[in-house]
């Protein structure tokens, strides 16, 4: 059955840093995938998806991600953090049986230091 | 709606009481989904509409779980007998169909006490 592993479950940085948050999955087959990140009391709201097109994905607040099928990773970056990036943020994967099925992983929160 | 609205936003109930859970799609979406969010983890799937059938029931827990959809569009999400460990947050989504991803409502935070 498919899988989604995210690496370190609270991540911190510092305001204008990097921001790195892995994230692999287990298919042999290349899934959809798909980041949403998720404020205090709120719903997930999706950042950027990837289904087959360009493996470098673009979304909003300038995040993206690049699929790497050799790696069975998607993992999320932004070049500099801001304060209001501070979230739970979750990767999820189409499952092999329906891809209208979404399999998430466990959500890294991320902190940002001012 | 602009929206998935999803009803009520908290819900304290007993054991072994009954609840249902409201939620209004965005409209023409003919996808519907629910999961279920317990604490620290990310969403599980239960079950998945395609306009009034229930495509998909796999990730009902059991049979005290059930979910309608009557006119494909508004869902209820029925608990009968509830028990402690079914306190989450229940999560409804839609979407139009396809792979674009779904829109999440803010979900229902079930406490059963």
């Known amino acids: 059955a498919q899988s989604v592993t995210q690496l370190g479950s609270h991540v911190s940085v510092s305001e204008g840093a990097l921001v790195l948050l892995r994230c692999n999955y287990s298919?042999?087959?290349?899934?959809?995938l798909f980041w949403y990140v998720q404020y205090p009391n709120q719903g997930l709201q999706l950042l950027l998806k990837?289904?087959?097109?360009?493996?470098l994905v673009k979304g909003i607040n300038g995040f993206e991600a690049e699929f790497k099928k050799s790696e069975t990773s998607f993992h999320l970056t932004k070049p500099s953090a801001h304060m209001s990036d501070a979230a739970e943020y979750f990767c999820?994967?189409?499952?092999?049986?329906?891809?209208?099925?979404?399999?998430f992983g466990t959500g890294t929160r991320l902190k940002v230091l001012a | 709606g602009a929206g998935v609205s999803q009803t009520p936003s908290n819900k304290v109930t007993e054991k072994g009481k009954y609840v249902e859970l409201r939620c209004d799609p965005i409209?023409?979406?003919?996808?519907l989904y629910w999961y279920r969010q317990s604490l620290g983890q990310g969403p599980e799937f239960l079950i998945y509409?395609?306009?009034?059938?229930?495509?998909?029931d796999s990730g009902l827990p059991n049979d005290r779980f059930f979910a309608v959809r009557p006119e494909g569009s508004v869902s209820t999400l029925k608990i009968q007998r509830t028990e402690r460990g079914d306190s989450a947050v229940y999560l409804c989504?839609?979407?139009?169909?396809?792979?674009?991803?779904?829109?999440f409502g803010s979900g229902t935070r079930l406490t059963v006490v």
């Open positions: 509409f395609q306009g009034t059938g229930a495509a998909d």
């Open positions: 999820a994967v189409s499952d092999e049986g329906g891809t209208y099925k979404y399999i």
């Open positions: 989504a839609s979407s139009p169909g396809g792979v674009d991803g779904y829109t």
């Open positions: 298919s042999s087959v290349p899934p959809y």
């Open positions: 409209s023409g979406h003919t996808a």
């Open positions: 990837y289904t087959s097109a360009a493996t």
